[in-house]
């Protein structure tokens, strides 16, 4: 037992801070469930950036989600200065006991200093402001992978909270609106659920991409196979002129809904899907979040810290002794040869095996 562990039973409010990109945000989901879970009776709140947002709306166990806008900077300091305001005077009317910051981001720091909740808890990093700034540190592993999702319920396990194995699974709700337009779409397409493959080739990180002609060679395979295939994508232009790309490389029949999805339709169409294929990206945790088994592409980053969670999946990865190194492609370049050397056969063998097993 933790000896300054939490009174749950005087826990009202919680303030959860994750201010880190899509798959990151979802990574977080099941620490508001755990502490519903163990504290019915207290209202979990979420701070996100206002981009990530759908990764968590409808969440049954946050209360309330607030954002901060990443374009507010570009607005003018007076105008950044009344948004910041804004939010923290929301922040405060909270009166929020427990704040739960899940990165090392300075924000935490100041957000602790200005509510000053009963308890806060942190990563552990060397800095004495920092550490004063927390009542609760945890340490993350200096020299072994532990997978983000672990890594943000050791918030909780610092203050004396021990998930079950019950309550870690990722959570994303679609909602009724993007589920019914989905329907329709996969409708129109005479596509019945679980009667297609989806394809998601891309990723807003250059870097995470393997080549487009391997992508075209696997989709040759798969419609050669008999497979129908549902393509998803991004609405960014760069992103969905790699996708088009590969397609007309591919030259294969499929339902293409490059940049016509919202991340909640994403789901939705992920849900509905028999697997799904693509690289280290938020779209793949949101496939892990929909229950539906995962090939997963892994150059630069780390399977064991990112892999697929809590879903049957097969993770493709080359021998390459430098990886993962996290950089942004080899020697910086945007371009990961781990990655773009992975073999087209070595995909299509890890596709065919894990659908086999459904």
């Not at 309330?64 to 948004?83: E, P, V």
């Not at 305001?85 to 720091?109: E, F, I, M």
């Not at 918030?155 to 309550?167: D, K, T, V």
Request: proline content about 7%; some cysteine; hydrophobic content about 45%.
């Amino acid at each position: 037992m933790v000896p300054d562990a939490v009174n749950l039973a005087t826990l009202q409010r919680v303030l959860v801070v994750k201010l880190r990109h899509h798959g990151d945000v979802l990574l977080s989901s099941p620490v508001f469930h755990v502490l519903k879970q163990r504290a019915p009776h207290a209202e979990s709140d979420a701070l996100v950036y206002a981009d990530t947002r759908d990764m968590l709306e409808g969440h049954p166990a946050i209360a309330r989600i607030h954002s901060i806008d990443r374009a507010w900077k570009r607005q003018g300091l007076l105008t950044q200065a009344r948004h910041e305001t804004g939010l923290l005077q929301t922040l405060a009317a909270r009166r929020y006991q427990l704040l739960v910051h899940l990165t090392d981001h300075w924000r935490g720091a100041w957000l602790s200093q200005a509510l000053r909740p009963r308890w806060s808890v942190a990563p552990a990093r060397a800095s004495r402001w920092w550490n004063w700034s927390f009542s609760h540190r945890y340490p993350l592993p200096r020299h072994t992978p532990r997978h983000a999702v672990e890594a943000n319920l050791d918030a909780l396990r610092r203050l004396g909270i021990y998930p079950e194995e019950s309550e870690k699974p990722l959570v994303m709700v679609p909602g009724p609106e993007a589920e019914a337009r989905v329907d329709s779409l996969l409708a129109a397409a005479t596509l019945a659920p679980k009667g297609f493959i989806q394809f998601h080739p891309a990723s807003r990180w250059l870097f995470k991409t393997w080549t487009e002609a391997r992508n075209a060679e696997l989709l040759r395979g798969l419609a050669r196979d008999g497979h129908r295939i549902v393509v998803t994508g991004a609405p960014d232009p760069r992103e969905r002129a790699i996708v088009a790309r590969i397609l007309a490389a591919a030259a294969v029949p499929v339902t293409d809904l490059c940049g016509q999805l919202t991340l909640r339709e994403l789901a939705a169409v992920s849900a509905r899907a028999r697997i799904f294929v693509g690289v280290d990206s938020a779209p793949m945790h949101i496939a892990a979040a929909m229950g539906t088994p995962v090939v997963a592409l892994f150059g630069p980053s780390g399977e064991k810290e990112w892999g697929p969670w809590r879903v049957p999946h097969r993770v493709v990865v080359s021998a390459h002794p430098c990886r993962p190194c996290g950089n942004d492609g080899c020697g910086g370049g945007k371009v990961s040869e781990c990655l773009t050397t992975l073999p087209v056969d070595e995909v299509h063998s890890a596709v065919n095996e894990l659908l086999s097993q459904r």
